[in-house]
């Protein structure tokens, strides 16, 4: 079993920053491609960006400007730096994680950012 902590997030000013962490508690299992997710009011859950093992990255169009995303295996714990944020970058955002050898996809408890002056 994997759980995936998450901390950071919070209330910043339009242009600010922020840093998300997610932690995934595992001593037994190899955690394998990380990632962000958001979910918006009355919207669907969206891709922020991805990280393998090895750390290549995946980001959304939109995002990848702006957002960076990385990790620490030997911590098995992703990063998501967010900068430059606009008040429709405003959501829920979630962390998930893949397991070696598992098909099921691990989701972190999700964490509030909001972007308002």
């Known amino acids: 079993q994997v759980q995936l902590v998450q901390s950071g997030g919070g209330l910043v000013q339009p242009g600010g920053s922020l840093r998300l962490s997610c932690a995934a508690s595992?001593?037994?299992?190899?955690?394998?491609?990380m990632g962000w997710y958001r979910q918006a009011p009355g919207k669907q859950r969206e891709l922020v960006a991805t990280?393998?093992?090895?750390?290549?990255?995946n980001y959304a169009d939109s995002m990848k400007d702006r957002f960076t995303i990385s990790r620490d295996n030997a911590k098995n714990t992703v990063y998501l730096q967010m900068h430059s944020l606009k008040p429709e970058d405003t959501a829920v955002y979630f962390c998930?994680?893949?397991?070696?050898?598992?098909?099921?996809?691990?989701w972190g408890q999700g964490t509030q950012v909001t972007v308002s002056s």
């Open positions: 998930n994680s893949l397991v070696l050898g598992d098909r099921r996809i691990y």
């Open positions: 595992t001593t037994s299992f190899i955690i394998t491609t």
């Open positions: 990280i393998t093992r090895g750390g290549n990255t």
